[in-house]
């Protein structure tokens, strides 16, 4: 799954997205777990830049990583402006290479869920161990069975901007626990004429004990898992499922 033209329009749909949230997530858990010295982190799903710059920002060594090539060129350009040293390479989540020695990885923005294969999310958390220090961390979020099946299924989610505007409709597919977004787009020109734009998205989870196993498997302690950015476990009704695993 590639982002198309949707890349470039991507933060001014994401601007209430909660990355200060997912900032002080990395800083507290790297603090909390003994890892203050960390200083190398490998950002996956890094999409445009916007939390690695902001990881780079506060003094730590950041690589990026994504699948979009759209998203990649929005990253650099958004990393040069702030003055911040970032690598940012097109590569695979399942085929993570020409790295290693991590502190840190985080997958955030719910981007392991675009894996729509068992194997690929087993194959994904095997290549982030090997890529990590020894007691590295591994950080990320997933959506909840309870968003995919109840809030996703079958919804509609709209915007009039004047500036862009969106229809979101949410399909199930075949897959137990999994959404089809189709995203339909309405961007205004100079002209004063708007341009329509599409783009189709899939989505998969697991449930948490599913998870804990594939970690488990890969090598992984699991440490903490919670919800919603707070310190709580998952409840029946959570949303976003935060890991917290150790190699």
Same mark, same amino acid.
């Given at each position: 799954?590639? &982002?198309?033209?949707?890349?470039?329009? &991507?933060?001014? @749909?994401?601007? *209430?997205?909660?990355?200060?949230?997912?900032?002080?997530?990395?800083?507290?858990?790297?603090?909390? &777990?003994?890892?203050?010295?960390?200083?190398?982190?490998?950002?996956?799903?890094?999409?445009?830049?916007?939390?690695?710059?902001?990881?780079?920002?506060?003094?730590?060594?950041?690589?990026?990583?994504?699948?979009?090539?759209?998203?990649?060129?929005?990253?650099?350009?958004?990393?040069?402006?702030?003055?911040?040293?970032?690598?940012?390479?097109?590569?695979?989540?399942?085929?993570?290479?020409?790295?290693?020695?991590?502190?840190?990885?985080?997958?955030?923005?719910?981007? @392991?869920?675009?894996?729509? *294969? !068992?194997?690929?999310?087993?194959?994904?958390?095997?290549?982030?161990?090997?890529?990590?220090? !020894?007691?590295?961390?591994?950080?990320?979020?997933?959506?909840?069975? &309870?968003?995919?099946?109840?809030?996703?299924?079958?919804?509609?989610?709209?915007?009039?901007? *004047?500036?862009?505007?969106?229809?979101?409709?949410?399909?199930?597919?075949?897959?137990?626990?999994?959404?089809?977004?189709?995203?339909?787009?309405?961007?205004?020109?100079?002209?004063?004429?708007?341009?329509?734009?599409?783009?189709?998205?899939?989505?998969?989870?697991?449930?948490?004990?599913?998870?804990?196993?594939?970690?488990?498997?890969?090598?992984?302690?699991?440490? !903490?898992?919670?919800?919603?950015?707070?310190?709580?476990?998952?409840?029946?009704?959570? !949303?976003?499922?935060?890991?917290?695993?150790?190699?």
């Amino acid at each position: 799954m590639t &982002y198309e033209s949707f890349a470039y329009w &991507y933060d001014k @749909l994401m601007n *209430e997205a909660p990355y200060d949230a997912w900032q002080s997530f990395v800083q507290k858990k790297l603090k909390q &777990y003994g890892r203050q010295g960390a200083k190398r982190i490998l950002d996956v799903g890094c999409g445009t830049g916007e939390l690695a710059v902001r990881l780079a920002k506060e003094g730590f060594l950041v690589t990026g990583v994504d699948l979009s090539e759209n998203m990649l060129a929005i990253a650099q350009a958004k990393a040069e402006a702030q003055q911040v040293n970032i690598e940012f390479f097109q590569q695979n989540m399942t085929e993570l290479e020409g790295f290693s020695s991590f502190d840190c990885v985080t997958i955030f923005c719910d981007s @392991l869920n675009y894996l729509l *294969e !068992e194997s690929e999310v087993r194959q994904t958390f095997s290549r982030i161990y090997e890529l990590l220090k !020894e007691d590295g961390l591994l950080l990320f979020d997933v959506h909840s069975t &309870y968003k995919m099946d109840h809030i996703f299924q079958d919804a509609i989610f709209t915007s009039n901007d *004047e500036e862009i505007s969106y229809i979101w409709s949410c399909y199930p597919l075949s897959l137990p626990h999994s959404v089809e977004h189709e995203l339909t787009f309405f961007v205004r020109g100079d002209d004063g004429k708007y341009e329509r734009h599409d783009e189709l998205h899939r989505q998969c989870t697991y449930e948490i004990d599913q998870y804990k196993q594939w970690l488990t498997e890969a090598g992984f302690t699991v440490l !903490e898992i919670t919800a919603d950015f707070t310190d709580e476990a998952p409840s029946e009704t959570s !949303e976003r499922v935060f890991f917290v695993a150790k190699k």
